[in-house]
């Protein structure tokens, strides 16, 4: 299999920013990690290697990306409004910085890279998708957490006008925006729960985002409830990912 790392200095996030390759050829997706992990925790945790059939066959190439959880959603010390501050500049990052290197990495000045995560990994990707589907294709998210209300972000009710345009379920309700949501509809999206041990959280807001999705938004999204042996952990996951990048690229 073809690995690359690469390092530079992100001038929106104002530190160096790392991320792997992996593959050569095949329809791009960027992958974000799990809540404060890194860059190489995806193929550490072992899901390089569940899905490298696909990467090998030259259908799908990776791209590894790293988070600022630490310094934004986790970051209890700074006020909310900082928090949004610190991850509106981690989406530049992606925008203006990772998707113009994936291009490049293609060989294709307009290619639009999937996007996809598990956990928090999955957080990031549909609010990358749902922001800009002007630049992404698509989206796969498994058991992601998809409202910025939950205790673990620490954001009470009157915190939420300072975080709203980063958490899905409280904004997509609100876009009417008929070019963007037309774009969503041309989108390939996939999102994926479990129902077992440590998935409620993910069950209650995979169905909320299910709703506003397909039943008033008309997005034509594509939702799977797995069963209730299926945890929040990686085996799952890599059953998961084969099973979605089948559906995509048989």
Not at 148 to 166: I, K, Q, T
């Amino acid at each position: 299999m073809h690995v690359e790392y690469h390092r530079w200095y992100s001038h929106n996030l104002g530190r160096d920013m790392e991320l792997k390759v992996y593959g050569n050829y095949g329809k791009p997706y960027i992958v974000f990690p799990c809540s404060n992990q890194h860059f190489y925790d995806y193929e550490n945790m072992g899901m390089i290697n569940a899905i490298s059939g696909f990467i090998n066959a030259g259908k799908v190439k990776m791209i590894t990306v790293g988070s600022v959880d630490g310094d934004s959603w986790y970051n209890h010390s700074i006020l909310p409004g900082d928090r949004n501050a610190v991850y509106e500049a981690y989406v530049r990052y992606i925008v203006e910085e990772v998707v113009p290197f994936v291009r490049n990495s293609c060989h294709s000045h307009n290619e639009k890279p999937m996007v996809t995560g598990a956990s928090m990994g999955a957080y990031h990707a549909i609010n990358m998708f749902l922001k800009r589907p002007d630049i992404f294709s698509g989206v796969v998210a498994l058991s992601g957490l998809y409202s910025l209300s939950h205790p673990e972000y620490a954001n009470y009710g009157y915190d939420m006008p300072y975080v709203y345009y980063n958490s899905p379920i409280h904004y997509l309700p609100q876009c009417h925006d008929e070019r963007l949501l037309n774009l969503m509809r041309e989108g390939q999206i996939y999102v994926c729960t479990g129902q077992g041990a440590f998935e409620h959280e993910a069950v209650e807001d995979t169905r909320a985002l299910d709703y506003t999705m397909n039943h008033d938004k008309k997005l034509g999204a594509h939702f799977e409830y797995w069963g209730y042996d299926v945890a929040h952990d990686w085996p799952f996951w890599f059953t998961q990912m084969n099973h979605f990048l089948h559906k995509i690229h048989g």
